[in-house]
């Protein structure tokens, strides 16, 4: 059964470094999105993407937050210059269709800043 | 704006037991509703969802959820517990009036079986 992968499981980064979390979305799916979840915090939407631009975002995702769709295969959330409060679990989904089909979840990237 | 309220932080429950566990939402209209699972380590896997019809609806591993409108909730049950349900339960709304469609979460509900 397709899924949604993410890399890395795990990244650790000093305070101020730029991250990108990785992920790759299931192959057919047009509807893309980051969400995040603070340790022992509810899980938070940050952006969705649609048709190669931002279609929603949250107040959370700032200037220092970027998307992109590099490829026909990758999904990438970019943190310019992160900050202690960045440090969460990070969740990739994806959805093939819009309105109420099934986002589908990645295992995460959980990021430590330091 | 749509907003989702898991009031049981933790259950505890007996293997074999029944259970439920609560979420309530608040949305204007008739939103879309689900349940995800999260063992440790592991990313949130979908239990069931809710759009329209049928009230009950029927999950993966046993799970069922019932949709009330006059409660605004969408309860998760399970007649039987097994230790391998011991997870992190999480209730999610989305609304297709946004652009984005994107998901709702309650705070979620740890759940713990006893042998």
């Known amino acids: 059964e397709p899924e949604v992968t993410q890399t890395p499981s795990h990244q650790v980064t000093q305070m101020g470094q730029e991250v990108i979390l990785r992920c790759v979305p299931i192959?057919?799916?047009?509807?893309f999105y980051w969400y995040r979840q603070i340790l022992g915090q509810k899980v938070e939407f940050l952006v969705s993407?649609?048709?190669?631009?931002?279609?929603?975002k949250s107040e959370i995702f700032d200037d220092q937050f970027s998307v992109e769709r590099p490829d026909g295969s990758n999904f990438t959330l970019k943190i310019r210059s992160t900050k202690l409060e960045d440090s969460a679990m990070y969740f990739c989904?994806?959805?093939?269709?819009?309105?109420?089909?099934?986002?589908?979840f990645g295992p995460g990237t959980r990021l430590t800043v330091l | 704006a749509q907003s989702v309220t898991q009031p049981d932080i933790h259950i505890t429950v007996s293997e074999g037991a029944s259970l439920e566990l609560r979420c309530n939402y608040s949305y204007g209209a008739t939103p879309y509703l689900f349940w995800y699972v999260q063992s440790p380590g592991q990313g949130l896997q979908l239990l069931l969802k809710?759009?329209?019809?049928?009230?009950l609806v029927q999950g993966i591993k046993g799970f069922e959820a019932e949709f009330k409108r006059s409660q605004s909730s969408f309860n998760l049950r399970k007649p039987s517990v097994h230790w391998s349900d011991a997870a992190e339960y999480f209730c999610a709304v989305g609304a297709i009036e946004n652009a984005g469609n994107m998901l709702t979460f309650g705070g979620g509900t740890r759940l713990m079986v006893k042998p």
């Open positions: 993407f649609y048709n190669n631009e931002i279609s929603e």
């Open positions: 989904a994806s959805r093939r269709e819009g309105g109420s089909d099934t986002q589908y």
């Open positions: 192959s057919n799916h047009l509807y």
């Open positions: 809710y759009f329209s019809g049928d009230t």
